[in-house]
């Protein structure tokens, strides 16, 4: 009880004394009214003590009830432990006393204030309620009632409601809403309706109720009911209580009578408020609802939390999300979220919808092994499903636009009926299988898969590029007679004139003829061909046709046709010009014109220096001044050519030729020390014994005669004849290399050594044996040879010696010592494959030793010898552009990698994507890195590692960029499919970490 309410009872008290009584003077009524002053004024503690003090004195029967009263009182207030008791203690002394009822008015309020319900019930239930003053006797029922409710006795809490709510008091909206919250609890919810209502009428509740009441419709299933009475009030009552949850209740409503743009609206104003999170079951109606009203970017903001969860729930979240993200114009998110929703079984018809789905949209996208697994499944899953029609010819498409054709193949061969459909198919994906064999040069499996791609002939162009190709994978394995079949299979067929692959197999008929030494034919075909064919867009392959033409004609003594031939190229600006002036220059020479002849090779000796056919034009030039007995000409220039090229095939023959032209000029000194040069150096050379008969003249015209015995006896040591035992020994030791019996040959070279140590031939055996050291794997001991060789007298086996020491000091990592060697190498090469050798493992050295700059410039120069192999570009753009990153130049490192990814379907441009990427993730720009994947990987499918990596990086970037539900769905899919173990397992590990 409140305090103001004990000081009326006491005032009331007090009024029914007589303070004109005589007895006001005495004592104990004094003490009486200073004790009734203390309370009325609240210092109760004092009132305690001075009415405790009354106790024990006289006083009448009135005062001393009241005494008793108020003393009890204020032990109540100021919560002394016995004021409880003191109250109960006096009603039951005084039970007819009017102020008992009172009594039990305070004691009640008491127990009511500290919620203590249940002695609370047990003070009121003994009120007389009609002798209490009318506001108190009011409070009675409604505080009964709210105890019993507090208690959960919601029958006897209604019963005492009930009666608030009969009555005309100010407590009457609180017994309705109470009564409202008890017939909720109860489920009954009709009767919880009425009441709110009634309590929404007060402004007490009518902040409160309407949340109450908009749940009760909800949970009635009165959704119309809801909406009607809910949306008018919430803009129009400022401070309505979970007013987000009433926006909550509207989204829900709306959506159950399917009017998605309302809804749409509701449930965005319930996530705006940021009170509490929608649940999984709310997230997805959201996502409904905003994917019928067409936001699909908010749509999928709800489906992708909902969905990465694995239940009936998610599955048909990914389902929707899929499509949300198609019309996003988004596949790559669409495959993912396809693939989750098949993935899950919970709804067979998502299932197969989603899979279907999946299938048609990575077959769109072009990642086509993808969509040959997901229709293929579909066919076998659902032989009757929706859309196996479409299905079936979808998968033939998908089947031709893989890149993994083996697949395909088997699964094709696995059918057992082929449509024509399935049959054009085969023919399609068994040649560019073919092809992909060819550029691996596996010239046998390719052979193969052409003629897989023949089974079924249906289109006359592929049966046409087949044969082609057999034909240049038949060159490739020097089977020229096959080559020559499989290329006149196309001549024969009916393809027209200029067909692109009847043109280009005129020039490959053409290389096949010439090798087999059939020049007429070869001219016919190089000269097809190059009437043919459009110069600008097969220049490299035009431009040597032509060689070859010239070179046919002049091998058939077609002098005057060869002339025109070559000097149509070099009018052309053919880039192989240097040829074409020199072989002129031959053919000129041949007619006896040999003013123009000099003129054509002077060509080649002042305009190419790096030619490699320099030295052949400079000896040629000088052979013609020779002829033309310019004898100090021909001097000069078999002097440029022994001095130039000390290693090269041509010396032995230049040291004579300028021996007979200082002869001719008397210059016997100079003559007779050439003689000796060949007869020192090259004692095996055929024209060996020419310079022997020459040195025996030259010395016996200068009186010199006596030196010439010893060089006989040297050279008949060197050259003891065809029967010796020398030569045939030598042959016996070749023969054991070449049939790959290194070491039994090493034996017979070393034995050859022992019993002709003078030979003319021991640089060569020193080679051969330090080459059969080197291919038994003991590349130290193969060193040891190739180094003395390289230090000792020069000859044609000294660059081999160069070549060797560069190729196994940069095998065993030795890069610094292989760069000098493979410089020289590179710089004496005689042929592409040498130079390319020696370029790319240059480069290669130049990047391990971290010499950037170097590394770049060798990778330039591989790329400029072109296809030298079939990967050969390839790997040089690949480690260029690791040198930029490492330079830290990423713009020049990423356009070098864009390139090689666009050009080269190989395994390195599978790693120049993966890089590419990554470079793109490096630097933050996680979309970019995400686009180039999906842009550019569809041709690297076969290559499990770095496509595998491509991948996993592609998981990284949609967790940075908060898109779990993708990154999830890309890592389920690498361990379900990737081949590569290592992938695998690091799928698993982020897998697990999300």
């Known amino acids: 009880m409140k305090k103001s309410s004990l000081l009326l009872i006491a005032c009331g008290l007090y009024l029914q004394t007589n303070a004109q009584s005589t007895l006001y003077q005495t004592s104990t009524l004094k003490q009486f009214d200073d004790a009734y002053e203390l309370f009325h004024k609240e210092h109760l503690t004092a009132a305690k003590f001075s009415f405790d003090h009354l106790r024990n004195r006289v006083l009448s029967e009135n005062r001393e009830a009241a005494s008793e009263y108020f003393h009890a009182v204020s032990a109540l207030q100021i919560e002394n432990p016995d004021g409880p008791s003191r109250l109960i203690e006096f009603t039951e002394t005084n039970p007819d006393h009017p102020k008992a009822n009172e009594a039990l008015w305070v004691l009640g309020n008491f127990h009511f204030e500290k919620r203590d319900y249940r002695a609370a019930i047990a003070s009121f239930q003994k009120v007389n309620e009609i002798a209490l003053r009318d506001e108190d006797g009011e409070q009675v029922p409604f505080k009964l009632g709210y105890a019993f409710f507090q208690l959960n006795d919601y029958r006897n809490a209604q019963t005492y409601f009930d009666r608030v709510k009969r009555s005309r008091t100010n407590m009457v909206p609180d017994a309705y809403y109470y009564s409202g919250y008890i017939a909720m609890e109860q489920g009954n919810f009709d009767k919880a309706i009425a009441d709110f209502k009634e309590a929404d009428k007060s402004r007490t509740y009518s902040d409160k109720v309407p949340y109450m009441l908009s749940a009760m419709y909800y949970r009635q299933g009165y959704y119309n009911e809801l909406i009607q009475y809910a949306e008018p009030i919430i803009n129009s009552r400022n401070n309505l209580d979970r007013k987000e949850e009433i926006y909550l209740l509207m989204a829900e409503s709306y959506f159950e009578r399917r009017d998605f743009p309302n809804a749409a609206r509701y449930y965005d104003a319930f996530v705006a408020a940021k009170r509490r999170p929608l649940s999984r079951d709310q997230k997805y109606k959201a996502g409904v609802a905003q994917f019928e009203t067409k936001n699909y970017q908010q749509a999928t903001n709800y489906f992708k939390e909902v969905a990465l969860e694995n239940d009936k729930l998610g599955q048909v979240s990914s389902y929707y999300l899929g499509h949300s993200y198609l019309k996003l114009n988004n596949p790559q998110f669409a495959v993912n979220s396809f693939s989750a929703a098949y993935k899950s079984n919970h709804d067979s018809r998502i299932t197969e919808e989603a899979l279907y789905n999946y299938a048609k949209v990575s077959l769109e996208r072009g990642v086509f092994q993808d969509a040959i697994m997901a229709l293929d499944s579909y066919l076998e899953s659902y032989p009757s499903g929706t859309h196996v029609q479409e299905v079936g010819e979808m998968l033939s498409d998908a089947l031709v636009n893989t890149n993994n054709y083996l697949k395909a193949i088997e699964h094709i061969e696995r059918l057992p009926r082929k449509s024509d459909r399935i049959k054009a198919a085969y023919q399609k994906v068994s040649f560019y299988q073919g092809i992909t064999y060819f550029n691996d040069s596996k010239f046998r499996q390719a052979i193969s898969y ?476 996680f979309n970019k890195s995400n686009e180039t994947i999906f842009d550019l990987s569809g041709p690297y499918g076969a290559y499990d590692y770095w496509y595998g990596r491509s991948f996993l990086l592609l998981a990284e970037n949609y967790i940075q960029l908060g898109e779990t539900f993708q990154a999830k769905a890309t890592l389920e899919s690498i361990v379900e499919r990737s081949n590569n173990e290592k992938v695998k397992e690091e799928a698993k590990k982020k897998l697990e970490s999300i």
């Open 450 to 925: 052409f003629d897989k791609s023949q089974t079924y002939p249906l289109d006359r162009d592929i049966v046409n590029q087949s044969n082609f190709w057999k034909g240049e994978a038949y060159s490739g394995l020097e089977d020229l007679p096959a080559a020559i079949r499989a290329y006149e299979a196309v001549i024969n067929s009916n393809a027209r004139g200029r067909e692109p692959i009847l043109v280009s197999t005129h020039y490959g008929l053409g290389y096949a003829y010439f090798n087999n030494e059939n020049y007429s034919r070869a001219e016919e075909q190089f000269k097809q061909f190059t009437e043919k064919v459009n110069p600008n867009v097969e220049r490299e392959n035009y431009e040597d046709a032509m060689m070859r033409l010239g070179d046919t004609q002049y091998v058939q003594k077609k002098f005057g046709q060869a002339e025109a031939t070559f000097n149509r190229a070099i009018n052309e600006g053919n880039r192989n010009s240097d040829y074409a002036y020199f072989r002129n220059g031959v053919v000129l020479n041949f007619q006896n014109r040999n003013s123009d002849a000099i003129r054509s090779l002077s060509q080649v000796t002042e305009n190419f220096p790096n030619s490699r056919y320099l030295e052949d034009a400079i000896f040629q030039k000088a052979q013609i001044n020779m002829e033309e007995t310019r004898y100090s000409e021909a001097v000069d220039g078999f002097t440029r050519l022994i001095n130039s090229r000390p290693n090269s095939p041509f010396v032995p023959f230049a040291l004579e030729g300028r021996a007979v032209a200082n002869y001719s000029l008397k210059r016997y000194d100079q003559t007779i020390n050439d003689y000796k040069r060949i007869l020192d150096n090259f004692p095996h050379s055929s024209n060996a014994n020419a310079a022997l008969v020459g040195l025996q003249e030259t010395l016996s015209l200068q009186g010199r005669s006596g030196e010439f015995s010893s060089y006989l006896a040297n050279y008949r040591n060197a050259n003891p004849g065809n029967e010796s035992l020398q030569g045939v020994e030598f042959e016996s030791a070749k023969n054991l290399f070449f049939n790959q019996a290194y070491k039994e040959s090493i034996k017979a070279f070393q034995d050859y050594l022992r019993n002709y140590p003078q030979s003319g031939q021991q640089q060569e055996a020193n080679y051969f044996i330090g080459d059969a050291y080197y291919r038994m794997g003991d590349k130290n001991k193969a060193l040891e040879y190739f180094y003395n060789l390289q230090k000792g007298q020069e000859s044609s086996q000294t660059m081999r010696a160069t070549i060797k020491i560069g190729e196994i000091e940069y095998e065993a990592e030795n890069y610094k010592k292989a760069i000098p060697y493979l410089r020289t190498s590179s710089k004496n090469a005689r042929n592409k494959i040498e130079e390319f050798e020696a370029n790319r493992r240059l480069m290669q050295s130049y990047y391990q030793l971290e010499k950037y700059d170097s590394a770049i410039h060798f990778s330039d120069k591989v790329i400029e010898l072109g296809n030298v192999t079939a990967d050969a570009e390839s790997q040089a753009m690949l480690l260029k552009a690791k040198a930029y990153k490492k330079q830290k130049k990423d713009s020049q490192a990423e356009e070098v990698l864009t390139n090689l990814v666009k050009a080269s379907p190989s395994e390195q441009g599978a790693e120049a994507l993966y890089l590419l990427a990554k470079s793109h993730h490096d630097s933050g720009r």
